[in-house]
């Protein structure tokens, strides 16, 4: 019904910690795809993502926008 809005991670009403510590029970192992994301946004809501998530559970690549 979109309530939850189309807004990057931590800036709707979905929560986050509670849903990726279902994903890694779950043990889902593939990609996490951040969307509806400026420019200027990425580094900051994987940032937020990362946190959210239990520990070690999001890794990848380092925290750079690529050009």
Do not use: C, N, W
């Amino acid at each position: 019904d979109g309530e939850a809005g189309h807004v990057p991670a931590g800036l709707g009403k979905l929560d986050y910690p509670y849903y990726l510590r279902k994903l890694e029970a779950a043990g889902y192992e593939g990609s996490i795809i951040l969307h509806a994301l400026e420019p200027g946004q990425a580094v900051d809501r994987l940032a937020f993502v990362r946190s959210a998530a239990p520990a070690g559970y999001v890794v990848g690549r380092p925290e750079t926008p690529r050009p």
